[in-house]
């Protein structure tokens, strides 16, 4: 069995109905893909399909909270465990590295743009994705916690071109077809940038005024959301020369 898909149980808005995607790796190197918050259900799920074996090593996507939190549960039932991610920790991951876990090797590819230390990992002709992709909604950009709209487009492609055959992403279903589904992120993202565009334009020359535009009648506690990921678009735009900034007010760069 290649892998275990082990529901994180925190289910939220943000997380799905199932909460975050953990995946177990049985084998000679028991792996966890990325450690949860540390609900118990999901330890004691994970205790069960180990069964003698102890946890060996886990893999953090990213270090966003609903990602990273389950670390000290994990390291607390199985002590020993080694904890990597991207960047951080003892033994940092690094872009291309080859690590053994469960019966096989995984490839890590750094994909920033969600987070700085975004990290998926190639499995033979599958990718566990973290918070790339996601099936039905799109990836948040939170541009005044790291997030990078460029990279983010960059880490797609990225991805994309590995053409793997499944997306294995930190929430919701698995993605059986990954080039639909990136080419889907790719268009958004221009459609977006293309209606900010008009945003300002025609005057709404703050993130709040761009928001109120595009986003008519979005949730209040999906609001935070919608203007991280209008600054991230519009900071994208001042970096391609096609707008700039003045304190809280944004304009275009008039051409010619």
């Not at 703050?206 to 990921?229: F, H, K, M, N």
Request: charged content about 20%; overall charge neutral.
């Amino acid at each position: 069995m290649p892998h275990i898909l082990l529901p994180a149980h925190n289910a939220s808005t943000w997380t799905g109905p199932t909460g975050n995607n953990t995946y177990l790796l049985p084998g000679r190197i028991p792996t966890l893909v990325d450690a949860g918050v540390g609900n118990a259900e999901h330890i004691e799920t994970l205790a069960r399909e180990l069964g003698e074996r102890r946890l060996a090593l886990v893999l953090i996507t990213h270090g966003h909270s609903d990602h990273v939190n389950g670390v000290p549960a994990i390291v607390a039932r199985w002590p020993g465990v080694r904890i990597r991610q991207f960047g951080s920790g003892e033994r940092p991951i690094h872009d291309d590295e080859v690590i053994e876990a469960g019966d096989r090797v995984v490839k890590a590819i750094h994909t920033p743009g969600h987070s700085p230390d975004h990290c998926c990992f190639a499995y033979g002709a599958e990718v566990f994705c973290g918070d790339l992709v996601r099936s039905g909604g799109t990836i948040v950009i939170p541009a005044s916690r790291g997030g990078d709209l460029s990279q983010y487009l960059a880490s797609l492609h990225r991805v994309r071109n590995l053409r793997p055959l499944r997306l294995l992403p930190g929430h919701g279903p698995i993605i059986d077809d990954p080039a639909t589904a990136i080419d889907g992120y790719l268009r958004h993202r221009a459609e977006r940038e293309a209606q900010i565009v008009r945003a300002l334009a025609a005057g709404r020359d703050t993130p709040p005024r761009i928001v109120s535009l595009l986003y008519d009648g979005l949730p209040p506690a999906l609001q935070p959301a919608a203007l991280e990921s209008v600054l991230a678009h519009l900071i994208k735009l001042r970096v391609d020369g096609k707008a700039r900034q003045d304190g809280d007010r944004w304009t275009l760069v008039q051409a010619g």
